[in-house]
């Protein structure tokens, strides 16, 4: 099993500035990274797949880089609404395997 | 507009068994692979098992193969999940995903809002 891990746990924030999420596999997972938001009572939100693709809807400000075991969540300048929790998610292998995810909080 | 509507969650005891669907809505459901992905209370995603967009292929996580079985019903538009053997550490909320592709190699575009699970005596 390809264990994920990402840090920090948790990352606090100004509204307006820029934040930055990472995510390592185990062993290489090439490009095959996705990135999840979830924010509290809610289900998670396709953000990035492929490693670098914007899924539909998702503003420029977020952007993914990275491929084999190091990957990257960046948030360009943090709106209110992007206070959640992040988990990235291989799916090169199965079992598929997500991340403990990133707190992303208001400083 | 892509809807995925869980149902069937609910309180059973350990040993028992519960059956979870999801209705699926606004895209061709047989073209497409499907998921369920769990979270338990304040804890993060679990991915539990995928089926292939015709149903020849399934995918379990360790911790549910030979108790759990994915299934869909293309007339229906349905997936289900049938959970027997249910353990404490199975409760969840249990959330039904679409896959961006027909295997189950892609990443999961949709979500529904989820359905709890609680096992307990």
């Known amino acids: 099993e390809i264990v994920m891990t990402q840090s920090p746990a948790t990352l606090s924030v100004s509204p307006g500035e820029r934040a930055t999420l990472s995510c390592r596999a185990s062993?290489?997972?090439?490009?095959?990274l996705a990135w999840y938001q979830q924010k509290p009572g809610q289900a998670p939100r396709l953000l990035i797949y492929?490693?670098?693709t914007r899924a539909t809807g998702i503003p420029a400000r977020f952007s993914g880089s990275g491929s084999g075991t190091e990957f990257t969540l960046a948030i360009s300048s943090l709106q209110s609404e992007d206070f959640a929790v992040y988990y990235c998610?291989?799916?090169?292998?199965?079992?598929?395997?997500f991340g403990g995810g990133t707190k992303v909080e208001i400083k | 507009e892509v809807q995925l509507l869980e149902s069937g969650g609910g309180l059973v005891q350990p040993g028992g068994s519960l059956r979870l669907s999801c209705a699926a809505s606004?895209?061709?459901?047989?073209?497409?692979?499907m998921s369920w992905v769990r979270q338990a209370p304040g804890k993060g995603l679990e991915w539990v098992s995928t089926?292939?967009?015709?149903?020849?292929?399934?995918y379990y996580a360790d911790s549910v193969r030979g108790r759990f079985t994915i299934s869909r019903d293309s007339s229906k538009n349905t997936l289900y999940l049938q959970m027997n053997s249910l353990r404490a550490e199975d409760t969840a909320v249990y959330y039904c995903?679409?896959?961006?592709?027909?295997?189950?190699?892609?990443?999961?575009?949709?979500w529904g809002q989820g359905t709890l699970v609680t096992v307990s005596s």
């Open positions: 089926i292939s967009d015709g149903g020849g292929f399934t």
């Open positions: 995903a679409k896959d961006r592709g027909s295997s189950g190699w892609e990443p999961l575009d949709y």
């Open positions: 062993q290489s997972v090439g490009s095959n």
């Open positions: 998610q291989q799916n090169n292998n199965w079992p598929l395997t």
């Open positions: 492929g490693a670098s």
């Open positions: 606004g895209f061709t459901f047989s073209n497409y692979a």
